[in-house]
């Protein structure tokens, strides 16, 4: 079945760099676009990013542009999140989600949902 | 990118039906019927129930449906359970990035 169990959280000052990782299983990783979704404490979801099946695309929130990059390793099968310059604000519960398309045989075919999402991993940002 | 407008709460009794709103701009809402919506229980990760403004996953309940009209999309839950007490969030695609609704908790009186 599909499984994506991210890691990397923890606390961080202002200003400081986190890089989270996600740990895909259950399906071919390389055909799909994943995404990085975040859920501040007791609040709503925000996207944060996405990245297509072979990288090739790559969009961001504004509210991270910039700071945070997003990249993939298909033979690893593994989704990554480098923060960069992290501000109180990025305090959020930082959830792992496959969508945004799916590539396979040369062709893609868009799909504007998040199908499966990880347990997330909490990022705390204070000093 | 602002965030998609949702009613903070609703509420509702065991068997009767429900409608949340999600009124988004001509941006987004109104010019893609790319419009999906999770439900996310307290601790859990979310998990989608709609996608397409009325598709619905394999596995997910003919009780909960989807539409749109205009630049509001709405979720109707028929025959209210208890287990759908939880919170709700709705989403649209931009044309190139994506945006949440502020999220509406549902409660099973």
């Known amino acids: 079945q599909v499984q994506l169990v991210e890691s990397g959280g923890g606390l961080v000052k202002p200003g400081g760099s986190l890089r989270l990782s996600c740990a895909a299983s259950?399906?071919?990783?390389?055909?799909?676009?994943m995404s990085w979704i975040r859920q501040a404490p007791g609040k709503g979801l925000e996207w944060v990013s996405y990245?297509?099946?072979?990288?090739?695309?790559?969009n961001y929130a504004d509210s991270v542009k910039g700071r945070f990059t997003i990249s993939r390793d298909n033979a690893k099968n593994s989704l990554y999140l480098q923060m960069n310059s992290l501000r109180a604000e990025d305090t959020a519960v930082y959830y792992c989600?496959?969508?945004?398309?799916?590539?396979?045989?040369?062709?893609?075919?868009?799909?504007?949902?998040?199908?499966?999402w990880g347990q997330g991993t909490l990022v705390t940002v204070s000093s | 990118q602002s965030a998609l407008t949702q009613p903070a709460s609703v509420s509702g009794s065991p068997g009767q039906s429900i409608t949340i709103s999600c009124t988004g701009t001509?941006?987004?809402?109104?010019?893609?019927?790319?419009v999906s919506w999770y439900q996310q229980h307290p601790g859990k990760a979310p998990k989608v129930i709609i996608y397409?403004?009325?598709k619905r996953p394999s596995g997910v309940s003919n009780r909960f449906s989807g539409s749109k009209s205009g630049n509001t999309a709405s979720l109707t839950i028929s025959g209210l359970q208890a287990e759908d007490e939880a919170d709700y969030y709705c989403c649209s695609y931009t044309g190139s990035t994506f945006v949440f609704g502020g999220g509406t908790k549902l409660t099973v009186l």
């Open positions: 397409e403004v009325s």
């Open positions: 001509s941006s987004d809402v109104g010019s893609y019927n790319l």
């Open positions: 989600a496959r969508g945004g398309g799916y590539c396979s045989g040369g062709s893609c075919e868009m799909r504007y949902y998040f199908d499966y």
């Open positions: 259950g399906f071919t990783f390389s055909d799909y676009y």
């Open positions: 990245i297509s099946s072979s990288s090739s695309y790559t």
